[in-house]
């Protein structure tokens, strides 16, 4: 697969957009309503890291759209100085879709939780994941059910002891990442809420990117299940914890050695051909894979989000774990519609909706 400059990437997901007339700033995008989320949510930060990236893009704001469902994180769109909705649980990819395909000049974004995208949501994520439409799905993950005061979610590990679940859930929780590799997804993303330049650098690499891109972000509660990333905050936990994946890098993690790269590698087991971790120091960096987020099969992106271990979450990716071209829903649906119309011309919506077989029934 040919591979692309974020500059070539960004012009076509955005070109459509109109542009700002004037530069902007942080400002511009808060809204003049007061944010009503717990004191020490991860919410905050990832608000603040949107509104302070938006300006990067240079798109009018009244040309964005923040779609979201229902849950803490669905609050989102009251605090964004642009369009936007709170829809309907679960419902927002569906809402997102129509609006990104019938209007093209709009920057739609998709603001959901783990429990409203992958309970009651889980079937419209998908299929707008599969579509690949032009939108872009920030899906909140603090595994576990805030705004309904604690129950356990779809990503909350096995023996989680909540309100719902008071001798340990009995549920395998949802990976969100394979489970979107799995609906071949075109890109696919995690981030951390706390890492204010890795968050950024994230949303920006999705916002480029031409068709659905999901970017999963652990986001803490602290009043129902604070510390559930605490692995990733503490620096010396973090070098064991967290696999940082970059295109084109050598996937190391762990406390740096003599290079300066993690003394543990991911390499590909010849005998299974699944992934696995080693130390480097003792077995060399000859069988080290190199990432390649722009691989055409999802496969090896598929096995590097399988490496994390369910309930720590140790020898977690983070970073874009795929963004690869495929045919957009909404471009090839205004070609079609524009190829029927010098076809066929104007067409009769009544004449559709009734079809051959009618019958007029008398009184």
């Known amino acids: 697969m040919t591979e692309t400059t974020p500059e070539t990437r960004r012009s076509e997901a955005l070109s459509l957009v109109p542009k700002a007339e004037a530069a902007q700033s942080m400002k511009d995008f808060k809204s003049d309503q007061e944010v009503r989320w717990c004191p020490g949510c991860g919410d905050y930060a990832v608000l603040a890291a949107v509104q302070g990236f938006m300006p990067q893009l240079g798109l009018a704001k009244e040309n964005i759209v923040f779609v979201s469902g229902i849950g803490c994180s669905s609050r989102f769109p009251y605090y964004m100085n642009t369009y936007g909705m709170h829809s309907i649980h679960g419902r927002a990819p569906a809402i997102a879709t129509g609006l990104a395909s019938t209007r093209r000049d709009l920057s739609v974004w998709v603001v959901t939780g783990d429990g409203d995208a992958l309970s009651i949501g889980g079937n419209h994520l998908i299929h707008a994941l599969r579509r690949n439409v032009n939108l872009k799905i920030l899906l909140f993950n603090n595994r576990i059910y805030g705004l309904t005061k604690g129950q356990y979610s779809p990503t909350s590990e096995t023996g989680k002891i909540t309100k719902s679940t008071p001798m340990g859930s009995l549920d395998s929780p949802f990976n969100p990442v394979?489970?979107?590799?799995?609906?071949?997804?075109?890109?696919?993303?995690?981030?951390?809420?706390?890492?204010?330049?890795?968050?950024?650098?994230?949303?920006?690499?999705?916002?480029?990117?031409?068709?659905?891109?999901?970017?999963?972000?652990?986001?803490?509660?602290?009043?129902?299940?604070?510390?559930?990333?605490?692995?990733?905050?503490?620096?010396?936990?973090?070098?064991?914890?967290?696999?940082?994946?970059?295109?084109?890098?050598?996937?190391?993690?762990?406390?740096?050695?003599?290079?300066?790269?993690?003394?543990?590698?991911?390499?590909?087991?010849?005998?299974?051909?699944?992934?696995?971790?080693?130390?480097?120091?003792?077995?060399?960096?000859?069988?080290?894979?190199?990432?390649?987020?722009?691989?055409?099969?999802?496969?090896?992106?598929?096995?590097?989000?399988?490496?994390?271990?369910?309930?720590?979450?140790?020898?977690?990716?983070?970073?874009?774990?795929?963004?690869?071209?495929?045919?957009?829903?909404?471009?090839?649906?205004?070609?079609?519609?524009?190829?029927?119309?010098?076809?066929?011309?104007?067409?009769?919506?009544?004449?559709?909706?009734?079809?051959n077989d009618t019958w007029t029934v008398a009184g």
């Open 178 to 355: 394979s489970l979107a590799l799995g609906a071949e997804a075109s890109f696919v993303a995690r981030t951390v809420d706390s890492d204010r330049k890795h968050l950024t650098s994230t949303l920006r690499a999705a916002a480029d990117h031409h068709g659905t891109a999901l970017v999963e972000i652990y986001q803490n509660c602290n009043i129902f299940n604070d510390g559930a990333f605490e692995a990733f905050k503490d620096k010396e936990q973090a070098q064991e914890a967290v696999i940082r994946l970059e295109h084109g890098e050598p996937i190391r993690f762990g406390v740096p050695g003599e290079d300066g790269l993690g003394t543990k590698g991911v390499v590909r087991d010849p005998a299974t051909g699944d992934l696995r971790v080693v130390d480097v120091t003792e077995e060399g960096t000859d069988g080290v894979l190199v990432h390649d987020a722009q691989a055409e099969s999802p496969t090896t992106a598929f096995a590097l989000s399988r490496l994390a271990d369910p309930e720590t979450l140790y020898r977690t990716p983070i970073g874009v774990l795929r963004d690869v071209r495929r045919p957009v829903y909404d471009t090839d649906m205004s070609t079609q519609l524009e190829g029927a119309m010098e076809k066929q011309g104007k067409g009769d919506l009544g004449a559709l909706l009734a079809g």
